[in-house]
């Protein structure tokens, strides 16, 4: 249950640190406590009553695993832009920012590079040969997969680079006006189609036009 785990955290430890066998409703719950539990239990069958109306049962289980912070580029397209001396300052500088997100209390990070053949080894995902939207979106539901047998996930994503880097998913235009497509990165968000619910909140660095990386990198040393 989406709630269930609050349960857990709001019994705490003794002030002493000695633990006594006790009868676990009397001693840890007392009748507030009893009470915040009714109310998350209320809360998760409202829950599950709207993720069954939107024909979304699944969003009533809360995913337990431990969130990784993801940052996801394409060596291949830094390589076609920029050239492999600056493509690999631009990814050690990803990694640096990487390490300091393991810094942060409840939270892993990954550096995913899926069509690195290093990267893809480390993290045993599938190579990729090309670097499309469709086939990056796919990876990330490898990657994904792949974390869950270390009791991962994907918990937020950066994507670095503009859209000749990490393309853009074209998206048809809900409005009326000329465009046909609208660049959107909601699909990198989730790992169905269902690109309106994000499963993770997604944010891009992008760069600018040309062989010039430097607003690139400034962006990732200010983040550093």
Do not use: C
Request: proline share 6%; no cysteine.
């Amino acid at each position: 249950m989406a709630f269930a785990f609050f349960k857990e955290d709001i019994a705490t430890l003794p002030v002493d640190g000695n633990f006594k066998t006790q009868n676990f409703d009397e001693s840890i719950f007392n009748q507030e406590t009893r009470q915040t539990v009714a109310a998350l239990d209320e809360i998760q069958s409202d829950f599950d009553q709207v993720t069954r109306k939107i024909n979304r049962p699944e969003l009533s289980n809360a995913d337990t695993r431990f969130p990784s912070y993801v940052f996801m580029t394409s060596r291949n397209n830094l390589n076609k832009k920029y050239g492999e001396n600056t493509s690999q300052v631009i990814i050690d500088s990803i990694r640096n920012l990487s390490a300091k997100i393991l810094e942060l209390p409840g939270w892993n990070s990954t550096v995913f590079i899926p069509d690195d053949p290093e990267n893809a080894n480390e993290l045993g995902t599938t190579l990729l040969e090309t670097s499309n939207a469709e086939t990056l979106k796919r990876a990330l539901i490898d990657l994904d997969s792949k974390l869950s047998v270390k009791g991962e996930m994907i918990g937020a994503l950066l994507i670095v680079g503009g859209n000749d880097i990490v393309p853009f998913h074209l998206l048809p235009n809900p409005t009326d006006d000329s465009d046909p497509n609208v660049p959107s990165d909601n699909p990198y968000a989730t790992l169905d189609d269902n690109y309106f619910v994000q499963q993770w909140p997604v944010g891009r660095l992008p760069d600018e036009k040309g062989k010039d990386a430097g607003y690139l990198l400034e962006q990732l040393r200010f983040l550093n």
